[in-house]
């Protein structure tokens, strides 16, 4: 193992037997032996990375990559069918809320019971145990059983332990979506401190916000294989592109295999108009011209729309607006707020809009109009389009608005 790593993971496989339909008993294994068919499921295919000493790396993925079954392999819970994983130093874990509390002893008592669990002695416990309960905030519930905790107070507990117990290596699945925003904000503030001391710290999480406040790295896994391994502001565009293809290929093919009426329905209650123009393509590219459905906040974007002219118009207006995917109307504009007049549509061609996404995170969709005259639609088509904005920004709202703050409190 080299010096400077701290895990290393080798091309290691994993696959799991699927039962149709297993008999429990003895009896129903020697009377149904049929039942006992399987299917043999490879949920890692040859998997392996590093990770230095110190470093922090998130696992994303869609669900059933192969994520927590990664990080239960290097907790040891679980063995590689072949393949090497090799760690150096103590190792902590939050794979699973709660896991190792028994619920009818109190929170204190479960504390003792799961730091030496991660091989703490009595007397080591015994120094660190303030600490966990005051970071815990249960110390009115302390003595409690576990039982009547709540998930939040369960992840509280199991938090404060796994942090406390001076660990090398610490593995985090999902555990961050429980518990309320100010703790949430404090779990982020203390993995932010143990990492300037060193620990070496892997996350598996949906969240890309929260892998991108904390990891210098991530690893996109995908059908047990890794896809892509970089940056953070590198890999998640790409995967977030990925499941934004992956979703419009669903909905197309669930479209598709709508009835004839369905179809026509939908199309006369989304177009409307007299016809004199119609679009013919929309396009949602980045700055560079590369076209995707998923961007990041504050990232420039254009819409290239297509039109084709039926019959001439002198004096048109273009219209774009912006819903989110619940319906609440975000921003729209036309060519004739912004002083664009006497728009002649003669023949087929394209206009371009371009605009700095302000938008927080969620799925859009886009409305685009034109005008034949004032006030007549030739064409209006509704979310004819959509895309996805992803950030790290923790603004709350629709959009992110520019701002400053001033005063003399501030250092």
Known sequence: ???????EVTNITKSFKIYQDKGNTLKEKILFKNRRKYEERKVLDGISFEVKKGEAI??????GCGKSTTLKLLTKIMYPDSGKIEMKGRVSSLIELGAGFHPDMSGRENIYINASIFGLNKKEIDKRLENIIAFSELEEFIDNPVRTYSSGMYMRLAFSVAINVDADILLIDEILAVGDANFQAKCFSKLREIKTYGTTIVIVSHSLGQIEQICERSIWIQQGKIKMEGLPRDVHPEYMNYMGEKRQAIEKKTSDNSNKEVVAEKNEDTESGNGKIKISYIKIQDISGEEKNVFRTEEMMKFVIGYKVYEEVMDSCF?????RSDNIFCYGTNT??????????LND????????????????NIDVAIESEMGIYATYCKKICKFITYTDIEDIGVTRI?????GSCFI
């Not at 219209?319 to 819903?323: K, M």
């Not at 004739?336 to 549509?345: E, M, V």
């Not at 520019?402 to 001033?406: L, S």
């Open 1 to 7: 193992m080299k010096e400077q790593n701290a895990i």
């Open 58 to 63: 998130g696992l994303i993925g869609s669900n």
């Open 319 to 323: 219209g774009i607006a912006i819903f």
């Open 336 to 345: 004739r707020i912004d002083r664009f007049k006497n728009i002649r549509l």
């Open 349 to 364: 061609g394209e206009i371009v809009f371009e605009m700095k996404n302000t938008l927080l995170p969620g799925e859009y």
């Open 402 to 406: 520019e701002h400053k703050w001033e």
